[in-house]
């Protein structure tokens, strides 16, 4: 499945006498990650998250069960994701500036490709915003039976970097089809009066170079940025339970860091990277008991670990380990994860190993996210 279609954003910025034709369709986004307030709760496959794309909207769901299958941890747990930037009108968009790259100095309509020499490392904040919101149910390993949790939670990417040799290569891509599309094969489909403009796109897409030039395009355009940087916070709030004399009350409050070094290894796969990910979270944890009182009881603590992963196309594998200092005295989570992108908007998500406050007992979690384009498409051209 391709992330991109190339065809849509590209044609549109090649002015040619013919009239060309400039179809409309969506720009694709990658899998949806875990939301944000999922990952709050510790529900997630893995806690450590620093997505390269959202879906303009997702369903997701997470299931976990300790060793003992009778004392689940969360078992119906649900989350709707969505970014606002693709519901809303962008201005001056073009296909640089997607890709976060600027001119050296303006001049006006004409520019080059070879003029895009800079990079915004903070291009990526309002397109890759996303706000949440998520039900939960379990007992957390804190209740004695399964409690309710709303949660909310938003995300952004606060900066990323490219190198100048993946920047350069964006550029000579984009050269290398803007030839093309200049080419006398173009050209002649294009001057050709009889055919409309629809056939006049099918016989460009259906020729070997176009399908070349666009699949070496894809290539280089999903390399992930050599460092890229999330922010994210979430709240939930308990919902009380009246059988345990329990009143609605402060859940968690949640603000962290999430950073990834990666590293593109063509050798292995045409979209394939080795990741390292480092986490640093601050935690206002309402998730424990008085053990006086039997209230609900609030103690802040500090989030910290690491996580490597092997991406293998649409096939990853990851280990994490992060530390829970509070009160000073460590918690640990140990979890093994796996995640499969069956196509652009289904993914399954799998963890197996130790989790906050599990007291040893294995734990498996289990996710699946399906994700909605609604109103997920732009038109990119070369113009300012």
Not at 103 to 108: Q, W
Not at 308 to 326: C, G, H, Q, V, W
């Amino acid at each position: 499945m391709k992330h991109l279609v190339f065809f849509t954003f590209l044609m549109t910025s090649l002015g040619f006498s013919q009239s060309a034709p400039n179809p409309t369709v969506a720009l694709k986004n990658i899998a949806p990650p875990s939301s944000p307030a999922f990952v709050l709760m510790d529900l997630t496959p893995s806690n450590i998250i620093v997505p390269e794309n959202i879906q303009a909207f997702s369903i997701q769901t997470i299931s976990a069960f300790s060793g003992d299958s009778s004392n689940g941890l969360s078992n119906n747990n649900y989350a709707v994701e969505f970014q606002p930037y693709w519901y809303v009108k962008r201005e001056n968009m073009n296909f640089f500036k997607y890709n976060n790259l600027k001119p050296e100095t303006t001049n006006g309509n004409n520019l080059n490709p070879e003029d895009y020499t800079r990079y915004n490392v903070f291009g990526d904040a309002w397109k890759r915003a996303s706000v949440s919101l998520a039900l939960m149910n379990g007992n957390f390993n804190v209740f004695e039976n399964p409690q309710s949790f709303v949660s909310v939670g938003a995300r952004t990417r606060l900066l990323s970097f490219k190198t100048k040799t993946q920047r350069e290569a964006v550029i000579s891509q984009y050269s290398t089809y803007n030839q093309f599309m200049s080419s006398p094969e173009v050209i002649t489909i294009f001057a050709n009066p009889s055919l409309s403009a629809s056939e006049k796109n099918t016989a460009i897409t259906n020729l070997d170079t176009y399908n070349t030039i666009v699949d070496d395009f894809e290539k280089t355009l999903n390399q992930k940025p050599l460092f890229a940087l999330d922010v994210a916070v979430a709240y939930s709030h308990f919902m009380g339970d009246e059988s345990q004399d329990l009143d609605d009350a402060f859940g968690r409050l949640g603000v962290w860091a999430s950073g990834d070094l990666a590293f593109y290894t063509p050798t292995i796969g045409d979209n394939s990277h080795i990741h390292f990910y480092g986490v640093f979270r601050y935690l206002r944890d309402g998730l424990n008991i008085n053990p006086d009182s039997g209230d609900l009881l609030i103690e802040d603590a500090i989030d910290y670990g690491a996580k490597l992963e092997f991406e293998l196309d649409n096939l990853s594998f990851a280990y994490e380990y992060i530390t829970r200092d509070i009160n000073n005295e460590n918690e640990e989570r140990s979890i093994g994860s796996i995640r499969y992108k069956i196509n652009n908007a289904f993914t399954l998500n799998g963890g197996f190993g130790k989790n906050f406050k599990s007291d040893g007992e294995t734990v498996a979690l289990f996710g699946v996210q399906w994700g909605i384009d609604f109103g997920g498409s732009v038109g990119l051209n070369s113009s300012n």
